[in-house]
């Protein structure tokens, strides 16, 4: 089992920056995928962006250009950089692995972009 932890949610202004980290813990294996997705109220959950053990990435067109992936050190940490914020980009932010067949996601931190 899994457990992924996320922080660094918050209030902030449009155009403004946010770090967003998650940490995975528990049985964790050396190939795997991991990224951030999110969910607006009334909308899917939807990916940002996600990198993978080989430190190939990918981004919704929505956040190319603005938001930044990477992985940390220890290799069972992600941060997720955002700036040039939008009101849109206002959702709760889940982190999520995938090992093989296994499916892990985080409990969520919540994003607000607002004057």
């Known amino acids: 089992q899994v457990q992924l932890v996320e922080s660094g949610g918050g209030l902030v202004q449009p155009g403004g920056s946010l770090r967003l980290s998650c940490a995975a813990s528990?049985?964790?294996?050396?190939?795997?995928?991991m990224g951030w997705y999110r969910q607006a109220p009334g909308k899917q959950r939807e990916l940002v962006a996600r990198?993978?053990?080989?430190?190939?990435?990918r981004y919704a067109d929505s956040v190319k250009g603005r938001f930044t992936i990477s992985r940390g050190n220890a290799k069972n940490t992600i941060y997720l950089e955002m700036n040039s914020l939008k009101p849109e980009d206002t959702a709760v932010y889940y982190c999520?692995?995938?090992?093989?067949?296994?499916?892990?996601w985080g409990q969520g931190t919540q994003v607000t972009v607002s004057s």
């Open positions: 999520n692995r995938i090992e093989g067949t296994n499916n892990y």
């Open positions: 528990g049985s964790i294996f050396n190939i795997y995928i």
């Open positions: 990198i993978t053990s080989g430190e190939n990435t």
